[in-house]
Nanobody, 126 residues
Framework: QLQLVESGGGLVQPGGSLRLSCAHS????????IGWFRQAPGKEREGVSC????????RYADSVKGRFTISRDSAKNTVYLQINSLKLDDTAVYYC???????????????????WGQGTQVSVSS
């Protein structure tokens, strides 16, 4: 059974950094794309970054370009999201998702992802 477990969230001041982890089981990274999404209170869920199944391509939302970095460690079955220069607007629950039906470039369409983690809270406050 495929499972995704996020960790690494917390409360940080503006300008701070966090590294989110998405540990997966029952799934290998070659079997699909991985996406990171977030949902702030009262807002729709949005894609912030994703990684193709071959690991060769990544995508970032315009709002996070230059501050977020997605990476993977296949040996540890983990995908990471390094978040730097945190802003108040980054406050949200962050989710990772697996998309075994995604080939080629990864997407930010929530419907393209079949498996989701429970989320980890990132709060940015001074």
């Amino acid at each position: 059974q495929l499972q995704l477990v996020e960790s690494g969230g917390g409360l940080v001041q503006p300008g701070g950094s966090l590294r989110l982890s998405c540990a997966h089981s029952g799934f290998t990274l070659a079997n699909g794309a991985i996406g990171w999404f977030r949902q702030a209170p009262g807002k729709e869920r949005e894609g912030v970054s994703c990684l193709s199944r071959d690991g060769d391509s990544t995508r970032y939302a315009d709002s996070v370009k230059g501050r977020f970095t997605i990476s993977r460690d296949s040996a540890k079955n983990t995908v990471y999201l390094q978040i730097n220069s945190l802003k108040l607007d980054d406050t949200a629950v962050y989710y990772c998702a697996a998309g075994p039906r995604i080939y080629g470039l990864c997407t930010f369409g929530s419907d393209d992802y079949d498996y989701w983690g429970q989320g980890t809270q990132v709060s940015v406050s001074s």
